[in-house]
C-alpha cells in the first residue's frame, strides 16, 4: 500500500520532481486530506516544456509503429497497474470502485485502440504535369489540461493520439484529482524515452502558463465553458492549436409510444451515473404528456432502490460530489429550485454529514427558464418537463448556449431520426446513452466546444496538413 501522504510525484524529462510548496487532495466521501502533491511553479512548467521540446526531433522522427508499440506496452502497464489505481481513484474521485475500474480499463482500451489509427498520405493529384501529396506532421509539444470528472479517461483522449502523431506532452489533472494521474506517470517513466511524456500537477495558475507558454504548440483541454474561453484566449498570443472539450445540457426526448417501465433505468443512468458529473449526462428530461405520470412514478420508484455512499463500500452505486466548489454550486442551484416553488418530488434534502452528498433529486415540471432547466448543473438534480408538442421541444433544446450532445426515444426509428437531425449537438443517440468509441468523433457544437477528439479527425488534430507538389516536367 502506498504511503499516501508522501508517495506522489511529478514526472518531468523522465524523473521524479517535487517542489516544496505542496497541495493537499481530499477524499470527498470523508472531506479528510488523503495526500500531498506538487504545486509546479512556473520554472518547472519549463523544465517540462524544455524537457518535451528536447525529446521532440527523435520522438517524431521514429517509425509510427515503434511509437505505436510503445503506447500498446503503456496501456498494458495501466492495465497491470488496474487494481492499485482503480482503488486510489476510488479515493480521490468518490466514484465507486465499479466505476473506477471502468476508468482504468477505459484508459487501457482508449489507448490500446487509438494506437492502431494512422493517417496516410493522401494523393490528391497524378496528372502528367503534377504529382499532390498530403501529409500529417506532428506539432510539437501539446500541453494537456484535464478536468475532474474523468481524470484518468480523459487525459488518455489526448495522450494516445498526440503521442501517436509524433508529438510530446505535457499532462496537467485537475488539482481536486491529481493522484492517479500522477501514479501513471511514475509507470510510463519506464517505458518511454525522456521527456516524451510530462505529468505535472497544481493549481490553476498552472493551467494558464501552459496556455500562455511560447513554446507549446497546442492545447488541448477539457473542461468548463468559461475556462475554456480563456484557453482560446491566452492561445490566441502565438497561435496556438487548441481543441476544447467544454460543458453542456443535454436533453433526452422521450416520445409518447415509449413505455415508461422499459426505460426509466437506462435514463436514470443517463442523468445520475457518476453523480451527474459527465458533460454528456442528461442534464434535462422531456417527457410526452400522455406518459408523463407513468414516467414520473417510475424514475422516483428506480431512485429509491439506488444506494448512495462512499465509493470505496463495494454496495455503493453513488458516490459523493467530487469537491466543495461542486457541492455548493449544486445545493445553490437546489434552494433555487425550491425558492421558486418548483416540486421536488425526490431528493432535495441534504443532510448533515461529512463528505460531499448530495441525495438524487428529480424535479417536477419546473418553468422552461428556470435555473435548473438552463444551467449545466453537473450534479444529481433532474429536471423532468412535460411536453405535448415536438416542435416547441426542440425549439427549447435547440436554444441552449451549449450543443455537446442529446438522446431520443422512441419505437418509431424513423420519427427518432428525424429529431435527431434537428437537434443542435455533436453527438445525439437514438434509445441509446453515452456510447463512446475510440474510432467515433466526438466534439461540441456552440460553446461546448471546438474540434473533435477520437476517430480519424480526433487524431488529426495532433498534425499540422502539409501538401508538397511536384511538376514532374523537369525543369
Ligand atoms: P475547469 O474548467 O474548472 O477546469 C478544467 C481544468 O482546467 C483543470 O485542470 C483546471 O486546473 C484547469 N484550469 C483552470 N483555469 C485555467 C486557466 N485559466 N487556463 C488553463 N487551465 C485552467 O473544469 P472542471 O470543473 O474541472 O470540469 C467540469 C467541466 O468540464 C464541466 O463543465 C463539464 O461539462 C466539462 N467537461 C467536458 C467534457 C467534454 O468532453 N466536453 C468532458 C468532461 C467534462
Known amino acids: 500500500m502506498l504511503n499516501l501522504k508522501s508517495e506522489f510525484q511529478m514526472t518531468i524529462n523522465g524523473e521524479s520532481v517535487t517542489t516544496e510548496d505542496l497541495l493537499p487532495v481530499i477524499n470527498p466521501a470523508t472531506e479528510e486530506v488523503i495526500a500531498y502533491v506538487p504545486n509546479a511553479s512556473e520554472a518547472l512548467l519549463n523544465d517540462a516544456v524544455k524537457a ?31 487494481e492499485e489505481l482503480a482503488n486510489l481513484f476510488t479515493l480521490e474521485m468518490g466514484r465507486p470502485l465499479k466505476g473506477a475500474f471502468e476508468e482504468i480499463d477505459g484508459a487501457y482500451y482508449w489507448l490500446t485502440e487509438l494506437s492502431k489509427q494512422r493517417l496516410n498520405r493522401e494523393v490528391i493529384e497524378d496528372t502528367e504535369e503534377h504529382f499532390v501529396e498530403r501529409y500529417y506532421t506532428p506539432l510539437g509539444v501539446v500541453g494537456a489540461i484535464v478536468p475532474w470528472n474523468f481524470p484518468v479517461l480523459l487525459s488518455m483522449w489526448k495522450i494516445a493520439p498526440a503521442l501517436l502523431s509524433g508529438n510530446t506532452v505535457i499532462v496537467k489533472p485537475s488539482p481536486y484529482t491529481p493522484l492517479t494521474s500522477l501514479r501513471i506517470g511514475d509507470i510510463a517513466q519506464s517505458i518511454f524515452p525522456k521527456g516524451v511524456l510530462n505529468v ?58 415509449v413505455e415508461p417501465k422499459k426505460v426509466v433505468k437506462q435514463l436514470f443512468w443517463a442523468a445520475f451515473k457518476n453523480t451527474s458529473q459527465i458533460c454528456i449526462a442528461t442534464k434535462r ?46 445545493i445553490n442551484l437546489i434552494e433555487d429550485t425550491k425558492h421558486i416553488g418548483a416540486k421536488v418530488v425526490h431528493g432535495g434534502v441534504i443532510k448533515e454529514e461529512p463528505g ?5 433529486t428529480i424535479v417536477d415540471n419546473p418553468p422552461v427558464d428556470s435555473r435548473v432547466v438552463v444551467e449545466e448543473a453537473f450534479g444529481p438534480v433532474l429536471p423532468v418537463l412535460k411536453y405535448s408538442d415536438i416542435n416547441k421541444v426542440i425549439e427549447q433544446v435547440n436554444s441552449s448556449e451549449y450543443g455537446l450532445g442529446g438522446s431520443v426515444w422512441g419505437k418509431d426509428l424513423e420519427l427518432a ?56 516536367k523537369i525543369i
Open 285 to 330: 428530461m422531456y417527457v410526452h404528456k400522455d406518459i408523463y405520470d407513468e414516467f414520473l412514478t417510475e424514475l422516483v420508484n428506480y431512485a429509491k432502490t439506488v444506494k448512495i455512499g462512499d465509493g470505496s463500500d463495494p454496495t455503493t452505486e453513488i458516490g459523493p460530489i467530487q469537491n466543495k466548489m461542486q457541492y455548493e454550486k449544486v
Open 200 to 257: 505535472i500537477s497544481g493549481g490553476d495558475d498552472l493551467g494558464r502558463w501552459i496556455t500562455e507558454h511560447p513554446d507549446v504548440n497546442k492545447v488541448s483541454f477539457t473542461g468548463s465553458t468559461s475556462t475554456g474561453k480563456k484557453v482560446m484566449q491566452s492561445a490566441a498570443s502565438s497561435l496556438k492549436r487548441v481543441t476544447l472539450e467544454l460543458g453542456g445540457n443535454d436533453a433526452a426526448i422521450v416520445l409518447p409510444d
Open 356 to 360: 460531499y452528498f448530495i441525495p438524487v
Open 52 to 82: 518535451a521540446r528536447a525529446a521532440f526531433p527523435s520522438w517524431s522522427a521514429m517509425e509510427i509503429d515503434e511509437r505505436a508499440e510503445l503506447l500498446t506496452r503503456f496501456a498494458g502497464a495501466i492495465y497491470a497497474n488496474r
Open 417 to 472: 431520426q428525424s429529431i435527431a437531425e434537428r437537434i443542435e449537438t455533436g453527438t445525439v443517440w437514438i434509445n441509446e446513452f453515452g456510447v463512446l468509441s475510440p474510432h467515433i468523433p466526438f466534439g461540441g457544437h456552440k460553446q461546448s466546444g471546438l474540434g473533435i477528439e477520437n476517430g480519424i479527425d480526433g487524431l488529426k488534430e495532433y498534425t499540422n496538413s502539409k501538401t508538397i507538389l511536384v511538376n514532374k
